[in-house]
Nanobody, 118 residues
Framework: QVQLVESGGGLVQPGGSLRLSCAAS????????MSWYRQAPGKQRELVAV???????TYADSVKGRFTISRDNVKNTVYLQMNSLKSWDTAVYYC????????????WGQGTQVTVSS
């Protein structure tokens, strides 16, 4: 079955960097688009970045120029490099797989906490 396991979160000072990883299994990873989302306390989950199977990337305006999404199809892992972190980046970060279908189906990891604070 599909499994998504995030790691790499933690406490970092403003201006610092973190790299999140999402290890995937149970499906043909290279064939699917992958996404990172985040959810801050009291807020709705929001899309952060997407990488397609052909490695085309898109980003939320709030993270453009600071975050980079990438993938390793050998390791079946998607990454989120986060630089110049700000307090409002504090959230639980999730990776997501959406499989096509009628209706499409979403799979989520358990999330990893990122806290940006001095």
């Amino acid at each position: 079955q599909v499994q998504l396991v995030e790691s790499g979160g933690g406490l970092v000072q403003p201006g610092g960097s973190l790299r999140l990883s999402c290890a995937a299994s149970g499906f043909s990873f290279s064939r699917y688009d992958m996404s990172w989302y985040r959810q801050a306390p009291g807020k709705q989950r929001e899309l952060v970045a997407v990488i397609t199977s052909s490695r085309f990337t898109t980003y939320a305006d709030s993270v453009k120029g600071r975050f980079t999404i990438s993938r390793d199809n050998v390791k079946n892992t998607v990454y989120l490099q986060m630089n110049s972190l700000k307090s409002w980046d504090t959230a639980v970060y999730y990776c997501k797989l959406r499989t096509p279908g009628n209706p499409p189906r979403d799979y989520w990891g358990q999330g990893t906490q990122v806290t940006v604070s001095s």
